[in-house]
Antibody, heavy 121, light 111 residues
Framework: EVQLVESGGGLVQPGRSLRLSCVASGFTFDNYAMHWVRQVPGKGLEWVSGLSWNGDNIGYVDSVKGRFTISRDNGENSLHLQMNSLRPEDTAIYYC??????????????WGQGSLVTVSS | QSVLTQPPSVSAAPGQKVTISCSGSSSNIGNNYVSWYQHLPGKAPKLLISENNRRPSGIPARFSGSKSGTAATLDITGVQTGDEADYYCGTWDSSLSAGPVFGGGTKLTVL
């Protein structure tokens, strides 16, 4: 059974940093690209960032470029999102999502339960 | 403002058929596969349809997808109370800021 478990969310002040993590199990982690998708409460889904199976191909939504960094540790079956210079508009539930592809694409076949990030003073 | 356009809400009585539309452009739906996701409150989103019309293992045949040009459709036949959820379409967008994009979501209410 595929499981994706996020951690690291919480309340943080504007301008500060937070690191999200996602531990994966139930599949061969280094065979698939992985992504972060967020949902502002009451709003729709928004892709945030993704990286290929080996981390060579990385993408970010424009609004987080230069502030967020995605990474993976295939030895630990984990995905991370380093979020710096956080803004109130980054407040959202952040989902870890598994791709059905080895490289970046737009099919997410498994999702975690999400981790809430609240940016507020 | 989402790149893909969905109706905010649809409704249907149990047993009826409901259709959810998703409209895009040549930079996204027109040249890429479409996926559909079901999102129940407090739960992880679930992939319902990939590659326009492929159902993953375990997804009932009541859910079907199609695509024509720059638009896609999700059909749910024999609607059940458990289908009440938010539904999102998604695809790849090949514009300047290339990456995955989603529709704004459609809330299905089962009457």
């Amino acid at each position: 059974e595929v499981q994706l478990v996020e951690s690291g969310g919480g309340l943080v002040q504007p301008g500060r940093s937070l690191r999200l993590s996602c531990v994966a199990s139930g599949f061969t982690f280094d065979n698939y690209a992985m992504h972060w998708v967020r949902q502002v409460p009451g709003k729709g889904l928004e892709w945030v960032s993704g990286l290929s199976w080996n981390g060579d191909n990385i993408g970010y939504v424009d609004s987080v470029k230069g502030r967020f960094t995605i990474s993976r540790d295939n030895g630990e079956n984990s995905l991370h999102l380093q979020m710096n210079s956080l803004r109130p508009e980054d407040t959202a539930i952040y989902y870890c999502a598994k791709s059905s592809l080895i490289d970046l694409g737009a099919v997410f076949d498994y999702w975690g339960q999400g981790s809430l990030v609240t940016v507020s003073s | 403002q989402s790149v893909l356009t969905q109706p905010p809400s649809v409704s249907a009585a149990p047993g009826q058929k409901v259709t959810i539309s998703c409209s895009g452009s040549s930079s996204n739906i027109g040249n890429n596969y479409v996926s559909w996701y079901q999102h129940l409150p407090g739960k992880a989103p679930k992939l319902l349809i990939s590659e326009n019309n492929r159902r993953p293992s375990g997804i009932p045949a009541r859910f079907s997808g199609s695509k024509s040009g720059t638009a896609a459709t999700l059909d749910i036949t024999g609607v059940q109370t458990g289908d009440e959820a938010d539904y999102y379409c998604g695809t790849w967008d090949s514009s300047l800021s290339a990456g995955p994009v989603f529709g704004g979501g459609t809330k299905l209410t089962v009457l």
